[in-house]
T-cell receptor, first 112, second 115 residues
Framework: LAKTTQPISMDSYEGQEVNITCSHNNIATNDYITWYQQFPSQGPRFIIQGYKTKVTNEVASLFIPADRKSSTLSLPRVSLSDTAVYYCLVVRMNTGFQKLVFGTGTRLLVSP | EAGVTQFPSHSVIEKGQTVTLRCDPISGHDNLYWYRRVMGKEIKFLLHFVKESKQDESGMPNNRFLAERTGGTYSTLKVQPAELEDSGVYFC?????????????FGQGTRLTVV
């Protein structure tokens, strides 16, 4: 599976839009991108996943350019409660079970 | 609907003792996974059950770790004897179908401290 690289940490303020970019240069044709969020003392929680272009749900948007070598998680108007670690993962499609391979994640700190 | 629950939330044991962690997956989820994060490291996969069968246990660190899922419902992870390097947070997750984007639901984790 493609290795992912993302910033170790990011700082933001309430109400701002936060964009976290993940690099996955060696992504394969049958790989897709998944993002998880983890709050302190909790397990990771699925946020969003996509294969290409743009995916949006009630929590976030995921932008994937045509070459798919990177992806950007966009959190609109963050609040203090969005302070968490965000993990970008590459998962292979159509191969049955896929264990999740977590990297270091991006620690987002939202301040008042 | 209840999520994935893990028990205990914290456990402090002495080196050489035995500890058993329990995970109750979401009802109806055939797939159950164990992960762990040891201090300063990334979250790592340990093993995967499909119902009561071990599908992949490639992440189990050594034979001091034993996972079971009798009856295909809850699972236990026993560490015997525990060593200092086993300290960390152990997560359990479950999903309906494996792979293909089916999201995994994680429990809150069990923080294990071996002293």
């Amino acid at each position: 599976l493609a290795k992912t690289t993302q910033p170790i940490s990011m700082d933001s303020y309430e109400g701002q839009e936060v964009n976290i970019t993940c690099s996955h240069n060696n992504i394969a044709t049958n790989d897709y991108i998944t993002w998880y969020q983890q709050f302190p003392s909790q397990g990771p929680r699925f946020i969003i996943q996509g294969y290409k272009t743009k995916v949006t749900n009630e929590v976030a948007s995921l932008f994937i350019p045509a070459d798919r070598k990177s992806s950007t998680l966009s959190l609109p108007r963050v609040s203090l409660s969005d302070t968490a670690v965000y993990y970008c993962l590459v998962v292979r499609m159509n191969t049955g079970f896929q264990k999740l391979v977590f990297g270091t994640g991006t620690r987002l700190l939202v301040s008042p | 609907e209840a999520g994935v629950t893990q028990f205990p939330s914290h456990s402090v044991i002495e080196k050489g003792q035995t500890v058993t962690l329990r995970c109750d997956p979401i009802s109806g989820h055939d797939n159950l996974y164990w992960y762990r994060r040891v201090m300063g490291k990334e979250i790592k996969f340990l093993l995967h059950f499909v119902k009561e069968s071990k599908q992949d246990e490639s992440g189990m660190p050594n034979n001091r770790f034993l996972a079971e899922r009798t009856g295909g419902t809850y699972s236990t992870l026993k560490v015997q004897p525990a060593e200092l390097e086993d300290s960390g947070v152990y997560f359990c997750a479950s999903s309906q179908d494996p792979g293909d984007g089916d999201e995994a639901f994680f429990g809150q984790g069990t923080r294990l401290t071996v002293v």
